[in-house]
Each structure stands twice: as structure tokens, then as C-alpha cells.
């Protein structure tokens, strides 16, 4: 296998492989946004997952405030969708709230109206770590993927599985919804795939 050393790290080929790819969509940033292309990023834990974060993080800066990004890794992610699947759906009549009780459900529902709005609406949403556990985070990252879709906006998805792992965590997770099958078809219609 083939090694190429950045500064005192040494990279293996497949990430030198992703860098290049990506550096290539970085150079045509604004088509590419146009375009609505994006990533999906299979097999990317530990420090490879820091890696392409943070080049990624490194590159979406060079563009300056006229391109909106978002960038959450999935812990954050997997909140907001706690906070808008389950958490405030939970609240049976929130207009009967008093005091407190009210000042933290105002909070908590402009908080995580303001992330919705982010990952929905951004020039090019990234979430790094996915890994789904709970029906919920499927609902929202489908929900998420498929309002993203519709409007052409870009979507880097990272996840430390791998693609062969990923129909099983979404069928284990929401058996028989063949949750998978519809993110996967929109995610491979729009961006690259990498390993």
C-alpha cells in the first residue's frame, strides 16, 4: 500500500485518494453547489474522521461568509432531532405552559428551529459520525436529506461505517421503512461516494 506523508502524519492511499477528490470539488466549489452535489464518505472514524473534517471545515472557510455551510457532527444532529421528533412533540398543549416550564420550551423550540433552518436551508450542510440509533434520527435525517434534495442544496454526509453496514443499522433501527433505500437513492443521484 502506498503511503504519502503530510508534515508528521503519515496518509494512507485511500485518503490520499479523498483529499484529491475533494480538492477537486473544493477548485469548482460555487458549479458544484449549483449543482447541488455532495459527498457521501463511508469507513471515516477516529483520526480519519478528524482528518476529512477538518480539511473540509479548512476549505468551506476559503469561500468566506458568502457561502452558508453548517457543519454538525451527528451527536449534535442526533439532539436536534430528539428535540424536534420527540422532546417538544411530547409537550401535549404548549400554549397552557406557565413561567418557567414556558421560558425553557420557548428556548428549546428556537434553539432547535434555528439548527432546523441551518441544516435545511444552508448553502451545504455537512454532519459528520453518522451513525442512527434511535427511529427518530432516521425520520429527521430523511426529512433533512429529502427537503435538502428538493431544493438542490449540497450535502456532505460522513460516517464511520461502512456501505455494506449501513442498510443494516437502518433496517435494525426502523425495521421494514426502507429508510436506507430512499436516502441512499438521493444521496447517490446528487454526490460522490468515497470510501
Keep these: 500500500m502506498s503511503f504519502l506523508r503530510e508534515g508528521s502524519e503519515i496518509l494512507p492511499l485511500q485518503d490520499l485518494d479523498l483529499f484529491t477528490r475533494l480538492s477537486h470539488?473544493?477548485?469548482?466549489?460555487?458549479?458544484?453547489?449549483?449543482?447541488?452535489?455532495?459527498?457521501?464518505?463511508?469507513?471515516?472514524?477516529?483520526?480519519?474522521?478528524?482528518?476529512?473534517?477538518?480539511?473540509?471545515?479548512?476549505?468551506?472557510?476559503?469561500?468566506?461568509?458568502?457561502?452558508?455551510?453548517?457543519?454538525?457532527?451527528?451527536?449534535?444532529?442526533?439532539?436536534?432531532?430528539?428535540?424536534?421528533?420527540?422532546?417538544?412533540?411530547?409537550?401535549?398543549?404548549p400554549e397552557t405552559l406557565e413561567g418557567k416550564a414556558k421560558a425553557e420550551f420557548d428556548?428549546?423550540?428556537?434553539?432547535?428551529r434555528d439548527a432546523m433552518v441551518k441544516m435545511v436551508a444552508s448553502d451545504l450542510l455537512v454532519v459528520t459520525g453518522v451513525r442512527p440509533s434511535h427511529s427518530h434520527e432516521l425520520e429527521f435525517l430523511n426529512e433533512t436529506i429529502e427537503r435538502r434534495y428538493n431544493q438542490h442544496l449540497s450535502t456532505i454526509l460522513v460516517t464511520p461505517q461502512l456501505p455494506q453496514e449501513m442498510p443494516l443499522t437502518f433496517e435494525s433501527v426502523a425495521p421494514g421503512l426502507k429508510m436506507w433505500d430512499r436516502l441512499y437513492a438521493r444521496m447517490y443521484e446528487r454526490c460522490f461516494i468515497a470510501l
Design 25 to 93: 470539488y473544493f477548485d469548482s466549489f460555487e458549479q458544484q453547489l449549483r449543482a447541488g452535489h455532495g459527498w457521501l464518505i463511508f469507513n471515516s472514524s477516529g483520526a480519519r474522521a478528524a482528518r476529512i473534517s477538518a480539511f473540509i471545515a479548512r476549505r468551506i472557510s476559503e469561500f468566506g461568509p458568502w457561502i452558508s455551510s453548517y457543519l454538525v457532527p451527528w451527536r449534535e444532529f442526533s439532539l436536534n432531532a430528539y428535540m424536534v421528533e420527540v422532546g417538544l412533540q411530547s409537550v401535549g398543549q
Design 107 to 112: 428556548i428549546a423550540t428556537r434553539v432547535s
